[in-house]
């Protein structure tokens, strides 16, 4: 009778924790989903007007991802081990530039794409940590390309934010930290220089577009 009972209380122990990690999966899946369809509502708005004014789209973009994106996390790990001997300024400068960097690869990306359908799929793995979930999305294009997209959230004061993204296996993080640590190399491990750069580079795609 007591081993029965043991027996019952671990399969209702591991019944709402997959019940509790699919809540959670769901959670993060709602945010992920309504990210995707005000991207596409933003994208078809601006795609009827010719021509197209980029600056116009990722500004309509930046509202978007201000509210779905943790910066702040990602521009960390994008400066990876060199965080630490970044100065608080030079820290929050390059969270300010690493975003722009983000919205104008949104907005080109999205323009490039032009999607007409997605799929969320579901949870193949129960995430370790409720607060970090794996939110993946088959996407096609209207011309018939597919590719997956890996969203990577967190959840923090209440919110789902994502943190990285994987599209048809490339890692955006780990792309962007490769190219912060060459231009690293390249400056003689001068922080201060690659943000400077990097904003550089930023301005200079402002005036091309």
Known sequence: MQRFFLTFLLGMSLAFQSLTAQATWQEASVEVRQTIEDMIV???????????DLQSVIQDIEAIVDRDVDFEYISKWVMGKYYR??????????????????IRTYAKSLLEFDVDTYDLVGANIVSPVDSKQIVSVNVVSKAG??????NYMVKSEGYWKLVNVMLNGINLRITFQNQFYEMMQRSRYDVGRVVDSWEAKIDDKRTKN
């Open 42 to 52: 933003v994208i078809d708005e601006h795609r009827a007007q010719e021509p197209v």
């Open 85 to 102: 001997q970044a100065s608080d300024a030079q820290r929050n400068k390059f969270a300010v530039v690493f975003k722009q960097t983000l």
């Open 145 to 150: 390309v597919g590719y997956t997209l890996v």
